[in-house]
């Protein structure tokens, strides 16, 4: 079974994909991951308040340290709450390109343009073969209108595009009034891929110590429907990869994602649940569904189910939404 897949201008041997997650902060993983059959590696974010952060307190260290020896700048402690510095983040994309073949995306996590566009510079220099941007931003201020927040993500993207060679794909969230003309406005602005959807981790409350939790809970496969209906109204509307990023739990929820037009499916959690070894599993999965319905590539498959595609497009629209209602005694 031919399973190369093309992600915005890359060419993988498989459509799946190990999404940003902290298991590639070992280049052993790394190795398990590309042995196991992961297509590409998007690797654990960078966020921008390590980069920030990094370089106020470097400028400190430099302030006062100016007339003794530069090994003093070891004994300054690192920066809270992060298991690998900004620096230590390029020497972990090029440790991790000398190790394996296949594509290595570098992650960055922002809210804004300011102090890390540089830095999309030197990741790209350390050998990244392209660059995720999850624009983690959650507008709080009620002051904000919806143009405001989408302009912030816009700005992101054509700066960074500007700065860099490498394809730059965007991490969304699925709340915009409008995913559809939002897609085409981020292609516009340079986008080379979209990766659907983010997940925003809510808290949830102690009512007992009435303190907030910041609880993770891994995604589940009844998550993909939000994405796979917008991938399968995207596909072939906007000229740009779509990526598939939540409840990829098995090669069902690939499959699904693939025949509604994504170019690859994106998976941690399943990995975190049941070891890195399990995207073998899922591959092979994969295959024998392919062979089962008689597809001998991906590309003969991928959007498939799209709207474009389907012999009745409003299934993904009112029409359908009425139907399912009516349908339920």
């Known amino acids: 079974m031919d399973l190369t897949s093309q992600y915005m201008g890359l060419t993988l041997r498989s459509p799946l994909v190990v999404s940003a997650c902290t298991l590639s902060e070992d280049i052993a ?13 998007v690797l654990f974010s960078l966020f921008e ?40 983040y390029l020497e972990h994309i090029r440790r991790a390109k000398e190790e394996v073949d296949i594509p290595i995306i570098a992650s960055l996590n922002a809210i804004s343009h300011s102090g890390w566009i540089d830095y999309a510079k030197q990741v790209e220099e350390s050998g990244a073969d392209g660059l995720e941007i999850n624009v983690y931003y959650i507008p709080a201020d009620i002051r904000l209108t919806a143009e405001m927040v989408e302009e912030r993500y816009l700005e992101i993207v054509r700066l960074v595009k500007a700065n860099v060679k490498i394809p730059v794909a965007i991490k969304l969230n699925p709340y915009f009034s409008s995913i559809g003309h939002m897609a085409s406005q981020l292609q516009n602005a340079g986008a080379d ?53 939540t409840g990829v739990q098995s090669a069902e929820e690939v499959v699904k994602y693939l025949l509604a037009g994504a170019d690859v499916a994106m ?37 498939a189910m799209s709207q474009q595609h389907i012999s009745d497009p409003t299934a993904y629209e009112r029409a359908n939404y009425i139907r399912i209602l009516e349908g339920v005694k």
């Open 193 to 245: 891929a979209l990766v659907l959807f983010n997940r925003f981790y809510q808290p949830d409350f102690d009512i007992n110590r009435l303190q907030v939790l910041p609880n993770l809970e891994f995604s589940v496969a009844h998550e993909i429907r939000l994405p796979l209906l917008w991938i399968a109204i995207l596909y072939g509307r906007v000229p740009v990869s779509l990526a598939a990023t």
């Open 267 to 303: 998976t941690a959690s399943a990995l975190y649940k049941r070891g890195i070894n399990y995207l073998r599993s899922m591959t092979k999965d994969l295959q024998l569904w392919m062979d089962r319905m008689g597809f001998s590539s991906v590309t003969s498959f991928r959007g």
């Open 29 to 41: 993983n790394i190795k398990q991951m590309e042995d196991a059959g992961a297509g590409a590696v």
């Open 49 to 88: 308040e390590q980069i920030l952060k990094e370089q106020k307190l470097f400028d400190q260290t430099m302030q006062v340290t100016t007339n003794i020896f530069a090994e003093a700048l070891d004994f300054f402690p690192d920066i809270d709450d992060y298991h690998i510095g900004a620096s230590q």
